[in-house]
């Protein structure tokens, strides 16, 4: 019996031991308010990790110990090497890592790195603290105060040039006020949108402002609070008696901090928030407001009582542990087999007790965090390396020392000692935030989670605080409050300086009302002289489409030579009014900015030779010469607008030729960059002709404006090709410019980038096919419907169409047009826009209808004399297919049939 109770005795001491270990290592590791992490520094895996760990990085406790520190920390292997020797080494044991989490998310954190020894093993035992919220507040703070500087530059400067013009003073004036708006907009952005909420209260208790965080947490809209409720109103009966009771003392002293209050919200349910606020009086002393921040800690509160329950099912545990080893106990007294069986099993436990004790004991002498435990009485009974390094009291000095006596300051001693009371006392484990004073008289701020320890019967033997260094958090946040107040300040001189300006501006505001008015009135003139012009095209290009089709049409027919000519002089005219008139309109479409460039394969000597052919006849009548020279190293295909180019040499070589009664013209294109997948060109005109007076030269590039204006000029033209050129070299990213001597000649010269086209394949356009050589496949008519108001058109359309193999039914307006559709079906349809009773737009949105439901497509070209900016964007949005501009090319109307047709599947040529 004498052993048997010597084992006992040793098993009681063994369980107590066990019990003490068990219970700071699940103080450290089980704790939901620390996050913590083990890590092997060889292999970089994580040993263990605390339950405030898991929840931070959203992983299971199986889970984190199935990964390595590289899964989580966004260095580089080499770089989280490099960091770990540091702090295996102790050259460094504070850190700031950016760290993933288990949904892809990045935080910033503060990690506190320490060595410690485990059974011969070193391993690297780490505190993390989350500082991304901290991170975004400084960043606010600095961006914050940059601008504050930026404004307060801003608007000395505008003061001191009060005196400038007249539109100068105006534009500064609001400038300065968009200035101060957004200023003013981005401190409510930092007041509303800052992680705690914000709030203050008139000296009724009444609301008069609120931030969106506080008003998020309760629910309500913010006219529901401002000067209809009290903060009372929004409080659980309890929290109405512990504001009540502090409300004497919050107005004599001017501030209280971290109250716990719970809020109800507008659905009822209820939110725990710890209070600091500060008192605002007048000149006389008298309160009259105050202002308040509040953190929510309803998370911090569930997570307390789920440690509460953790720790209860723990001594349940240990108690029936405890009973089970009793029974185990009398077991033994009956078998010394199963006696000698429990005696190696004891053997077990001390040795894991040894281990687990060993692994408490590094891991509590070597955090980075500050460690104390301490009785009923407020004594210290351990005291660990970190406290020792930041508060300057070795353990052997504050052992059997009561924390109160030394460590706090003496007006904040009875506070401590009373909320030290009220933990032991409810039971109620909290995390507090006070100052501390170290042994060199040092002030620093510490956030203590303090944690019940208990005896094996469930006695309350003391507690175990571990402290976090927040004085520079403490510090910044001031800072902010600080520059909170500078802005303030700032905001009340320049709304002073604002007040002095209101005269001033209300002046100028009449002003610029007048201003506005003229601009107004400027649109409107500007928007008539559009529609003139889009009118004016339409009445020009409408019997414009009859002459040149009717030309057309005589030429296909046997003539005398004489006649031919004639014919062929006429054609000319037209051809020559049709390019005055495009002109205009071009120039109408840049000054809008809606002139767009294509962006399609071309040939650049294809399109060049085309230049050179346009004017060789012309050239030939003069007795010139026109020579064009390509670089070789230009490849054979480019990206770009060849139409728009054509158009810019057109003008140039044009004038050359106008201007020029001997000698000739030169065209050279030279490659002068290359780079990935685009290409600059450098095109130079140069002719042998009259050249151009100095004094002339500024007219250039000016729209209607010529060299020779006098009433006897001997040279036509519109006075737009050069600036219409300017514009399209300017949208090709290019410049122009020239070079001119009198009666020695002439050099205009530009750049342009274009892209590169890998494809050496060559497709040359043929514009100037004759009408003689397009036909529409003769073995399957397509049935086509022309609908045209204009009878010259319609007739000289139809012609064509039907001269070209094609079944052509006439509409003379919208209405026939509709009425003809609804009992026959056809292949294509060419609408004209602008008809009596129902317009072309009218007529295809009723056509897309009906076959909407019908799961068919017709396709329909647009006929329009109108040739401005958007019209082709119009026809395309009601619903038609193309697009062609009076007058009409036949050869281009019969591509465009003959793409569609194809697009149906028909079978078409031209």
């Known amino acids: ?518 601009r107004f009135q400027a649109e409107q003139a500007n928007m008539a002289k559009s529609q003139f012009l889009a009118n004016m095209s339409h009445e020009i290009r409408t019997p414009m489409n009859g002459i040149i089709g009717m030309t057309d049409l005589t030429l296909m027919t046997e003539l005398q030579e004489e006649q031919r000519d004639y014919l062929t002089i006429v054609k000319s005219s037209t051809s020559l009014l049709l390019r005055v008139l495009n002109d205009i309109l071009d120039y109408s479409k840049i000054e809008s900015g809606k002139m767009d460039l294509e962006s399609e394969p071309f040939n650049i000597r294809a399109t060049s030779n085309e230049v050179v052919d346009l004017f060789t006849v012309a050239a030939q009548q003069k007795k010139l010469y026109i020579k064009l020279n390509i670089d070789d190293n230009i490849p054979q295909k480019l990206i770009g607008d060849s139409i728009r180019l054509r158009q810019i040499l057109s003008n140039l070589v044009g004038n050359s030729v106008k201007f020029t009664y001997h000698g000739g013209v030169m065209i050279n294109i030279s490659l002068i960059m290359r780079l990935e997948g685009k290409i600059v060109l450098k095109f130079v005109v140069s002719d042998t002709g009259i050249g151009i007076p100095k004094d002339k030269v500024n007219k250039l590039f000016k729209r209607f404006s010529q060299v020779d204006d006098s009433n006897s000029r001997k040279f036509g033209g519109t006075g737009l090709g050069l600036a219409i050129s300017k514009k399209l070299i300017e949208m090709m990213d290019g410049q122009i410019g020239m070079e001119s001597k009198e009666e020695v000649g002439s050099k205009f010269f530009f750049t342009a980038s274009f892209g590169i086209e890998d494809d050496s394949a060559e497709k040359v356009s043929n514009d100037n096919q004759s009408l003689n050589d397009v036909d529409i496949n003769k073995e399957n008519k397509p049935k086509i419907l022309l609908a045209e108001d204009d009878e010259v058109s319609r007739t000289l359309a139809n012609l064509f169409l039907t001269k070209k193999n094609a079944q052509v039914s006439l509409a003379k307006d919208g209405q026939e047009a509709a009425a003809i559709l609804e009992n026959k079906r056809f292949d294509l349809i060419l609408m004209d826009i602008n008809m009596p009773y129902l317009d072309g737009y009218s007529v295809t949105r009723l056509i897309r209808a009906k076959e909407k439901n019908m799961n068919i497509h017709t396709p329909i070209i647009a006929m329009t004399a109108y040739a401005l900016s958007g019209d082709r964007e119009k026809c395309i949005a009601a619903g038609m297919d193309d697009y062609i501009s009076k007058p009409i090319n036949f050869n281009e109307l019969f591509k465009l049939i003959d793409k569609w047709l194809e697009y149906k599947g028909d079978t078409v040529s031209c």
Not at 165 to 170: K, R
Not at 235 to 257: A, R
Not at 389 to 414: A, M
Not at 479 to 494: C, G, P, S
Request: glycine content about 4%; charged content about 30%; some cysteine.
């Open 1 to 518: 019996m004498n052993g048997a109770n010597h084992i006992n005795s040793q098993d009681t001491k063994i369980n107590n031991e066990t019990q003490f270990i068990n219970l700071c290592y699940s103080h450290l590791f089980d704790n939901k308010h620390i996050i913590m992490l083990l890590i092997d520094p060889e292999t970089m895996k994580i040993i263990d990790a605390s339950s405030a760990a898991c929840l931070f990085y959203g992983f299971s406790h199986e889970e984190m110990l199935n990964l390595s520190i590289k899964d989580i920390n966004i260095l580089t292997s080499e770089e989280i090497i490099t960091e770990i020797q540091l702090a295996k080494s102790e050259q460094r044991n504070h850190f700031f890592f950016q760290h993933r989490l288990a949904n892809g998310n990045i935080r910033f954190v503060e990690v506190h790195s320490s060595p410690i020894k485990l059974k011969d093993k070193e391993l690297i035992y780490s505190i993390i603290n989350d500082i991304t919220e901290q991170k975004k507040i400084e960043e606010e703070m600095s961006k914050c105060n940059v601008e504050l500087d930026k404004i307060v530059k801003e608007r000395t400067a505008a003061l001191e040039e009060t005196n400038a013009l007249l539109e100068e003073e105006i534009s500064e004036h609001l400038n300065t006020e968009e200035m101060l708006r957004k200023t003013l907009e981005e401190v409510e952005d930092i007041y509303n949108h800052a992680p705690c909420g914000y709030h203050s209260l008139d000296k009724d208790g009444f609301f008069v402002r609120i931030n969106d965080t506080l008003l998020k947490w309760l629910g309500y809209s913010r006219d529901e609070l401002i000067g209809h409720k009290t903060v009372m109103e929004i409080m659980s009966p309890d929290s109405v008696k512990i504001f009540l009771n502090n409300f004497t003392e919050f107005k004599k002293v001017g501030y209280i901090k971290d109250l716990e209050f719970d809020l109800i919200r507008s659905d009822g349910t209820v939110f725990t928030v710890i209070l600091s606020a500060t008192a605002v009086v007048d000149s006389n002393g008298n309160y009259m407001m105050s202002r308040s921040s509040c953190y929510d800690i309803t998370e911090h509160k569930k997570a307390k009582d789920e440690l509460r329950h953790l720790n209860s099912k723990l001594e349940s545990m240990v108690i029936e542990r405890t009973g089970q080893l009793q029974d185990m106990n009398a077991e033994l007294e009956e078998s010394n087999a199963m006696l000698e069986e429990e005696i190696s099993e004891r053997e077990n436990v001390e040795r894991a007790l040894k281990c687990s004790e060993e692994l408490y004991r590094n891991i509590y002498e070597n955090s980075p965090l500050a460690f104390g435990i301490w009785d009923t009485e407020f004594r210290f009974v351990d005291w660990n390396k970190r406290a020792e390094e930041s508060f300057g009291w070795s353990k052997d000095e504050v052992i059997g020392k009561r924390f109160v006596d030394f460590l706090v300051p003496p007006e904040i001693k009875d506070t401590i000692s009373d909320v030290a009371m009220n933990i032991m006392v409810t039971g109620v484990e909290r995390i507090t935030f006070n100052e501390n004073i170290t042994k060199r008289g040092e002030i620093l701020l510490y956030e203590w989670h303090n944690s019940l320890l208990h005896d094996g019967v469930g006695n309350l033997i003391g507690v175990i605080s571990v402290g976090l260094d927040k004085t520079e958090t403490f510090k910044a946040e001031k800072t902010i409050r600080e520059t909170q107040k500078q802005v303030e300040v700032a905001n009340k001189e320049l709304s002073k300086i604002n007040n002095s300006l209101k005269d001033e501006i209300a002046r100028r505001i009449k002003i610029e009302d007048t201003l506005i008015k003229a």
